[in-house]
């Protein structure tokens, strides 16, 4: 019987004959769709029967007696794996890392402070309500974005502006949100911001660094395109969309966003303590949980979180 890895593989791969309908002669097109479909149904069903079976098998219960008691059972364990967001996020860094970019780890508890105030979020700003994340009765925040380290890799890396002339950071990190969750939604995720800034940062630079990160990080070339978007600490600010690469099943004309960005708002340097009338910087963030979801075929973003053996024995 095929792993469940491979069963999503076939299922991933179905996408090339799907596309080889339109070339068909129009007589020959509908017998031919509903055996791709027929493939389709008989591929989903095995997974499901599969992800059943797993979560159904019984687990042989762990004896408590002390490890060399004369009754003790005794057990193999074997070597795990890493986590897929794990084995990603070590990528994204090391991508990073070979550009030239620091990379700092983000806080998953936070304060008001580096949430929202020193991002350009004035107090009672509705634009506060789209960042609707969890508080602790102390009025601790775990961070909806990983922005809020911004303040502190400008504030860390500020020397490098006299000494290299540049402040250059990169911050992965877990974030938190007040979400209804489904396949696409998560209360917990990951994502990671990007920091520039220097003398003469422009916004070409911004759509540059990304465009040649997400080559490196597919392995091609792609064409990218961005469209006006509102963040309180940039200005302008924008989403970013690149073409669906082929690893992907990409054919030059389909485009995944990919995340915000844009040049970074004065208010946001001065807080800081850079001079915005000297400086000038950009920033970027965007997820990593999508990113795996689209290089491994995952359909369900909850299975990051959920622990379930069947699903992390395949990585």
Same mark, same amino acid.
């Given at each position: 019987?095929?792993?469940?890895?491979?069963?999503?593989?076939?299922?991933?791969?179905?996408?090339?004959?799907?596309?080889?309908?339109?070339?068909?002669?129009?007589?020959?097109? %509908?017998?031919?769709?509903?055996?791709?479909?027929?493939?389709?149904?008989?591929?989903?069903? %095995?997974?499901?029967?599969?992800?059943?079976?797993?979560?159904?098998?019984?687990?042989?219960?762990?004896?408590?007696? /002390?490890?060399?008691?004369?009754?003790?059972?005794?057990?193999?364990?074997?070597q795990g794996t890493k986590h897929p967001l794990t084995i990603e996020l070590d990528?994204?860094?090391?991508?990073?890392?070979?550009?030239?970019?620091?990379?700092?780890?983000?806080?998953?508890?936070?304060?008001?402070?580096?949430?929202?105030?020193?991002?350009?979020?004035?107090?009672?700003?509705?634009?506060?309500?789209?960042?609707?994340?969890?508080?602790?009765?102390?009025?601790?925040?775990?961070?909806?974005?990983? @922005?809020?380290?911004?303040?502190?890799?400008?504030?860390?890396?500020?020397?490098?502006?006299?000494?290299?002339g540049q402040i250059a950071v990169v911050v992965p990190g877990r974030v938190f949100?007040?979400?209804?969750?489904?396949?696409?939604?998560?209360?917990?995720?990951?994502?990671?911001?990007?920091?520039?800034?220097? %003398?003469?940062?422009?916004?070409?630079?911004?759509?540059?660094?990304?465009?040649?990160?997400?080559?490196?990080?597919?392995?091609?070339?792609?064409?990218?395109?961005?469209?006006?978007?509102?963040?309180?600490?940039?200005?302008? @600010?924008?989403?970013?969309?690149?073409?669906?690469?082929? @690893?992907?099943?990409?054919?030059?004309?389909?485009?995944?966003?990919?995340?915000?960005?844009?040049?970074?708002?004065?208010?946001?340097?001065?807080?800081?303590?850079?001079?915005?009338?000297?400086?000038?910087?950009? /920033?970027?963030?965007?997820?990593?949980?999508?990113?795996?979801?689209?290089?491994?075929?995952?359909?369900?973003?909850?299975?990051?979180?959920?622990? %379930?053996?069947?699903?992390?024995?395949?990585?």
């Amino acid at each position: 019987m095929s792993s469940l890895q491979e069963l999503k593989l076939e299922l991933k791969q179905l996408g090339q004959e799907y596309a080889k309908i339109k070339t068909l002669p129009a007589n020959e097109r %509908k017998a031919f769709g509903e055996a791709v479909n027929a493939k389709k149904n008989s591929i989903l069903a %095995k997974i499901k029967e599969l992800e059943e079976s797993a979560e159904s098998a019984n687990v042989e219960p762990i004896d408590l007696t /002390a490890p060399f008691a004369e009754n003790a059972t005794k057990y193999e364990f074997k070597q795990g794996t890493k986590h897929p967001l794990t084995i990603e996020l070590d990528r994204v860094a090391e991508i990073y890392r070979l550009m030239g970019f620091n990379v700092i780890e983000a806080r998953q508890l936070d304060d008001e402070f580096h949430m929202f105030d020193s991002l350009n979020f004035p107090v009672g700003h509705p634009a506060r309500d789209g960042y609707d994340t969890f508080r602790t009765s102390e009025g601790f925040i775990p961070p909806a974005h990983t @922005s809020t380290m911004q303040y502190r890799a400008l504030t860390r890396f500020r020397d490098h502006l006299d000494e290299y002339g540049q402040i250059a950071v990169v911050v992965p990190g877990r974030v938190f949100r007040n979400e209804d969750v489904d396949a696409t939604h998560e209360h917990t995720f990951y994502q990671c911001e990007g920091v520039y800034v220097s %003398k003469d940062a422009t916004l070409g630079q911004l759509l540059a660094t990304w465009k040649n990160f997400f080559e490196t990080y597919y392995g091609q070339q792609l064409n990218i395109k961005t469209q006006p978007g509102f963040f309180p600490f940039t200005e302008p @600010s924008l989403e970013f969309q690149i073409e669906k690469p082929k @690893s992907l099943g990409g054919k030059g004309d389909g485009w995944l966003e990919m995340g915000g960005c844009g040049m970074i708002h004065p208010n946001v340097l001065k807080t800081a303590g850079i001079d915005p009338e000297i400086y000038k910087g950009f /920033a970027w963030g965007g997820g990593i949980d999508r990113l795996v979801m689209l290089k491994y075929g995952i359909n369900d973003v909850r299975y990051f979180e959920s622990g %379930k053996l069947a699903f992390l024995k395949e990585f």
